[in-house]
């Protein structure tokens, strides 16, 4: 079966993992009570995942937008082509609502990101605090959408490993994954 | 305005009062307003605040309750006189629960030294709108004699007072413990005060 393209391969990956991380100090971050220096370098920390997803994700969708994807497998029902393509939609528009959404929340808060404590970046909008919590709520919900649609995604993906052994996931992974066995 | 701020001291003498009320009102206003006299002040339109770089991130917040008073006569700048006073549990950086910490024990430690402030000791003119700014500058205990330039103009028939005082706060234990760490927050710490009175 035909395979993604390495640079779609190597940036699913990257993205999957800055993703995870960022999703993760997330939930940790705003957990912390008080005020800490711990606290205060996970902020940073997610704020510079977020903006790398952003830019990976412009990248990403450029790279999508100018190779086709691999075709689905002719046996494949329809109605799982046409989710699994809507699925994959609803993941390309979230890799962007998601990040766009915490930088705009920051702003909103009146505290600019300082990318790896050296580039600042632009200030789309002015501090705003009756925007604030808007911008928060739809941060937190957008996230949630985000967990709900790659939980999806990896269950249909591991579907197609192990139940249907079609070769859908395998299109995905990294050769090293399946050397000696293609 | 009140007598003892009047520069004609002779008129604070016993005898010489009785012949106050021979003086017309307007004169003697006019003649006491020649000196340094405190104006009021429109806390509305002043404002207080601290800018700083946290992880380099440029952070400027606002403290909610101070009262400035200000001795000042556009005619005799030398002679002019200010005082803050800042209620260091007000600072707002847009977070309630941020605005609780900074007031504990390693920041402000507003619960012991719940002000901080700002007295005059000399104010020297420095060329047209400016003048230069010596006082005593006491946060947290801890004092320090500090000189700045202060801007002065007229604003909608009002005396603005405009400036920046540049400190570093390790020097005033701002920031105990973990918060020393300057690289974390750092020591740079910019008070830009802007305070509007009557003329």
Redesign the interface.
Known sequence: MQRYTRPAILLHWLIAVLIIGAFAMGLVMTDIP????TK??YY?WHKWAGVTILALAALRLLWRLANRAPPYPAAMPRWQQSSAHTLHCLLYVLMFAVPLSGYLHTLS??????YF??F?LPLLID?N?EL?PVLKALHYWLNMGLAGAVGLHVVAALKHAFIDRDGIMQRMLPSFFFQGNP | MTLSRCPFPLLHLPRLRHLLPLLPASLLAVACAAGAAPIKTDLANSSVAIAFK???????AKFKRFSAGIDYDAGKPELAKASVDIDTASLDL??A??NK??AKKDWFNSAQYPKASFVSSSIKPAGAGKLNVTGKLSIKGKSADVSFPLLVKLEAGKHVFEGALPIKRLAFNIGEG??K?TG??ADDVTIKFRVSAAP
């Open positions: 008080g005020l800490t220096p205060l370098k940073s808060a009146g505290v600019p990101v300082v404590g050296v600042k501090a605090a604030k | 946290q992880m380099n991130v440029p952070v400027e847009g977070e629960e941020m910490e900074v973990e918060w760490d974390m927050v």
